[in-house]
């Protein structure tokens, strides 16, 4: 295979792959992968998902994660319920790749 037609070849998968990830859309909050759904009103989950999608470092994601983490346990508590526990970390894709640091460089 010539250098032209690997470059072909993997233009081609990546735009393969950016059409995949588009095709799926951004991310959508959910019972399932929102810890303290059942105690947010339908205008606070709105709000939350528009937060987690706007966040663009860990850190500040991280900072909201606690705060959320505790009002929906306060809110628990407050009706004598447990909050089940996270099955997805929100901030996750913000953490560094393999070999890069936390602002992304090599």
Known sequence: MTQQELKS??????????AEAGARGPWRASAEN?????????EE??????RVRGFSTLEECRAYQ???HKLMEDRA???GEAVPSGRRDICGHLKPAAGED????N
């Open 77 to 79: 508590r407050a009706r």
């Open 45 to 50: 989950r709105i709000e939350h998902q528009s």
């Open 102 to 105: 936390r602002h992304g460089q």
């Open 66 to 68: 606690r705060e959320h």
């Open 9 to 18: 070849v993997l233009v081609v998968i990546c735009l393969f792959l950016a």
């Open 34 to 42: 929102t810890r303290g759904w059942q105690f947010m009103t339908p």
